[in-house]
C-alpha cells in the first residue's frame, strides 16, 4: 500500500441504475483512522467530448440540464457503448447531436471529471474536416445547435456564458493544440 491509499474495509452498493452505481466503501486512513467514501461507477467505458471545428466555428449543443435546472452550452458529448471504442462514440454523437460526421478525429486528451466521488473518464476529441450528415438523436434528447467562432468561444468561457467543465477543457486544449501546430 502507497503511502497516500486508502484501504477498502467494507463495500456497499446502495443505488443500481442505468447510467450510474452508487457505492459506500468504509476505508482506513494513513493515520489508523476510519472514514467512508461515497463513490459514484459509470456503467459504460467513459464518456466523450468532441470540440467539433468548421473553419473557425466550435459548434456547440445547448442542452437543459435537470441537475442544474437550466440549459448550458456544451461541446457534443455522449457515452461509450458497450463494445464501442471511444473514437467510435464520439464520431457517432457527433453524427446525433448535430449532424456532421468528422473525416478528421484526433484524440487530444482524456481526464477524470471528478475523481473525488466518481470513476468517470472522458475522451476529448477535436474534429474537423466535418460533412454535413443526418442528424439522428437520441430519444428524449432535445438540443438547440449553436456555432460560435474559436475566439467569440473562449472569450465566453471568462464572461461565465459557458460553464461546463468538459467544454472549458476541450475548448482550451483544442485552442492550445491548434496553435502549436501551425
Not at 56 to 85: H, N, T, W
Request: aromatic share 10%.
Amino acid at each position: 500500500m502507497g503511502d497516500l491509499d486508502e484501504k477498502t474495509i467494507s463495500s456497499r452498493n446502495i443505488y443500481d441504475g442505468k447510467i450510474i452505481k452508487v457505492r459506500l466503501d468504509k476505508v482506513l486512513l494513513r493515520d489508523g483512522k476510519e472514514s467512508y467514501r461515497e463513490i459514484v461507477e459509470m456503467t459504460s467505458k467513459g464518456a466523450v467530448a468532441i470540440v467539433p471545428l468548421v473553419d473557425d466555428k466550435v459548434y456547440f449543443v445547448k442542452q437543459y440540464r435537470k441537475s442544474l435546472g437550466k440549459a448550458l452550452l456544451e461541446i457534443p458529448a455522449g457515452r461509450v457503448d458497450a463494445g464501442e471504442e471511444p473514437a467510435d462514440s464520439a464520431r457517432r454523437e457527433l453524427t446525433e447531436e448535430i449532424g456532421f460526421w468528422p473525416n478528421e478525429l484526433q484524440q487530444i486528451a482524456f481526464f477524470y471529471s471528478s475523481p473525488g466521488f466518481s470513476d468517470e473518464v472522458i475522451y476529448l476529441y477535436l474534429a474537423r474536416d466535418l460533412v454535413k450528415h443526418e442528424a439522428d438523436r437520441d430519444e428524449g434528447e432535445y438540443l438547440e445547435i449553436q456555432s460560435f467562432p474559436l475566439s467569440e468561444a473562449l472569450k465566453m468561457i471568462l464572461s461565465g456564458e459557458i460553464e461546463d467543465g468538459k467544454t472549458i477543457t476541450g475548448l482550451l486544449l483544442a485552442s492550445y493544440f491548434l496553435s502549436n501546430i501551425k
